[in-house]
């Protein structure tokens, strides 16, 4: 009689195909690792169709910006006397060499709208770095500093906050006179009280929690403690911010242009463009449509971008899954 032991009754026979081949045996599954920040903030992002729409348009108005030199098929500022107010191409009495018109100078429009948005996206973008450096330094010190320079820091930008940003931006130019550089410095000081009081805020909200405290323990210097512990984690609300800003720049700067204290002729610049071309409204409207078509363009694309940062970015606004 054969005994049958404890491992011949534990042991599975291998799976058969019909044929009687054996049939292969599955394979484990692998983990799924969970998403990097850079994916999960694309996938916040996209979520927003707007924002990817805007996210297109305004990158091939940055595009035609760069490349403003090599894709216009005028000189900007070259004046053709037998063309004066051409209409587009496609109106009735238009040229083909000029697809978008004249003004009432005769320079080619579309020639003078591609280089006026390497003015009027470079101010914008020269305006919020030159102040959102600054401004984030002021907040942090504030911050960190509460009984000696917050007082002073925060009183100072209140005296500035007083004066819409536009209104500041036009005392600033009525002291440094009209100008491209100018006219940047006017909107970055216009905007820096926005930067210092969400970085305090920011940073305030960000003392209280354990690893600032854990940093503190460890030794770590105040500096330190600023820019390696407490500024990463305030970057959120400043990118939001920052990209708003630059819309708001933007406008500000067509503003300024249009009041005569910005950019200066003959520098293609939007604002200006639709300074000089306010008189022509009713003959030659397109002088004015399309610098402030442009505006209009550059100005909801970035807030469309920006509405969709804040939903990337803010952990509040995230929908739980």
Not at 121 to 142: E, K, Q, R, T, W
Not at 148 to 167: F, I, N, Q, Y
Not at 241 to 265: C, D, H, M, P, R
Request: charged fraction near 15%.
């Amino acid at each position: 009689m054969t005994r049958t032991t404890h491992d011949d009754m534990s042991a599975t026979p291998a799976p058969s195909t019909p044929d009687g081949a054996a049939a292969p045996m599955p394979t484990a599954i692998a983990p799924i690792s969970p998403p990097g920040p850079l994916a999960e903030f694309w996938r916040g992002f996209s979520a927003n169709r707007g924002a990817l729409v805007a996210l297109i348009v305004f990158t091939l108005l940055a595009l035609a910006a760069l490349f403003a030199p090599l894709i216009a098929p005028h000189d900007p500022v070259h004046q053709y006397r037998d063309a004066m107010l051409t209409p587009p191409i496609w109106m009735e009495g238009g040229q083909a060499r000029f697809l978008l018109g004249t003004d009432e100078l005769g320079r080619d429009l579309l020639s003078r709208l591609l280089h006026g948005a390497r003015v009027s996206l470079g101010i914008g973008l020269a305006s919020v770095v030159l102040s959102l450096i600054p401004g984030v330094l002021l907040g942090l010190l504030a911050a960190f500093h509460q009984r000696l320079l917050a007082p002073v820091v925060m009183r100072v930008m209140d005296v500035m906050l007083a004066l819409p940003g536009l209104l500041l931006a036009i005392c600033v130019i009525t002291v440094l006179g009209p100008g491209l550089m100018n006219t940047v410095i006017a909107i970055a000081v216009g905007s820096l009280p926005e930067y210092v009081r969400l970085t305090r805020a920011a940073a305030l909200a960000e003392l209280g929690k354990d690893y600032v405290t854990a940093s503190r323990v460890a030794g770590a210097s105040t500096w330190r403690l600023m820019f390696s512990a407490v500024l990463p984690n305030c970057l959120a609300p400043l990118i939001v911010n920052a990209s708003l800003s630059f819309s708001a720049a933007i406008l500000e700067a067509a503003g300024l242009g249009f009041l005569g204290l910005g950019v200066q002729a003959p520098m293609a610049e939007w604002g200006t463009m639709l300074s000089s071309a306010r008189d022509y409204i009713v003959r030659a409207p397109w002088v004015v449509t399309l610098p402030g078509l442009a505006i209009l363009l550059s100005v909801l694309s970035v807030n469309l971008m920006g509405d969709g940062l804040r939903d990337a970015l803010d952990p509040r606004l995230k929908k739980v899954s």
